[in-house]
């Protein structure tokens, strides 16, 4: 059972949650006096993952109508995962994710609690905000403010320091993939779901072409943007912009793929690219900053 909801809560989306507060610990050393201990790191890094685990978990319980529109084949929607009990599981997740916080600096404590009230507004009663892509953009965007500011206040002990540049433009940019590259690529593939279950995406209420064409341009965008600022502000993040620049020309050209008759495989290639893009850009980000 726990292998079932680790695959409903996403592999994927769990390793990257890791790796974004892993890149906020790394890229905060600058201006950190003391290197952070390595236990510590790894004791926050688990309790900011349990934290997106409870959150995707509960997120599986309630999609689980739309997913089975979709086709999807993670556990619940396919019938393998009972509901209640990945309910259950997401409860105790989330009250450990506190739990591992309390010899921690103290504001962690509040930073993975405010992402689990993030979770909830996401997804639960009475009105989800992932009802509507501009409800889903701006949990994303707390959300990934509240993970780099997760792994900043471990490296810094909590202490009062100035945030790295390095480390702003860094969480800027991704928080900008998310929510403008990431956000219509979901969209994309998860359309029939979404409308039948009466949400107001981009794709639902503006249609596929319009959806595409925005994600395009925002990948686009942010290369140009991200290259800019290396070059104004003097970060060293060139290997960042050239990961960055890859990922954009994969969700481009996936993106130029029609997806309305397609397989459910075919239809989440942006997504795909989206989420590839994340991993490499951090990896990137982590082996530069080591």
């Known amino acids: 059972m726990l292998a079932m909801c680790v ?33 510590k790191v790894l004791q926050g890094a688990a309790a900011w993952v349990l934290s997106i685990f409870a959150i995707y978990l509960f997120n599986g319980v309630t999609d689980v109508a739309g997913d089975r529109v979709n086709g999807s084949a993670r556990p619940i929607a396919r019938g393998a995962l009972d509901p209640g009990s990945a309910l259950f599981v997401a409860g105790v997740a989330a009250v450990l994710s506190l739990a591992v916080t309390l010899d921690l600096p103290g504001p962690m404590t509040l930073i993975v609690g405010a992402n689990l009230v993030l979770g909830y507004l996401y997804s639960g009663p009475p009105v989800p905000l992932k009802g509507s892509s501009g409800g889903t953009v701006a949990v994303l965007v707390l959300s990934g403010l ?12 909590g202490q009062a320091v100035g945030t790295p540049v390095g480390l702003l433009v860094f969480a800027a940019a991704s928080i900008y993939w998310m929510t403008l590259v990431g956000v219509p690529a979901k969209d994309l593939s998860d359309c029939e779901g979404d ?11 503006r249609g596929e072409r319009a959806c595409r064409w925005f994600m395009s341009v925002a990948a686009s965008v942010l290369v140009v943007a991200l290259f800019a600022a290396v070059l104004l502000l003097g970060v060293e993040l060139v290997w960042v912009v050239v990961a960055t620049a890859v990922g954009a020309v994969a969700v481009v050209g996936a993106g130029r793929v029609r997806l309305g008759g397609g397989t459910r495989r075919e239809q989440r290639r942006p997504y795909r690219a989206f989420m590839a893009t994340q991993h490499l ?3 990137t980000a982590l082996i530069s900053g080591i």
């Open 7 to 39: 695959a409903e809560a996403r592999p994927a989306v769990l390793t990257v949650s890791a790796m974004r507060f892993l890149t906020g610990v790394v890229l905060a050393l600058p201006v950190t006096a003391v290197a952070p201990e390595p236990l």
């Open 281 to 283: 850009v951090h990896i």
């Open 195 to 205: 409308a039948a279950a009466g949400r107001r995406t981009v794709v639902v209420t």
């Open 146 to 157: 509240l993970s780099y500011l997760g792994g900043f206040t471990l490296a810094a002990g």
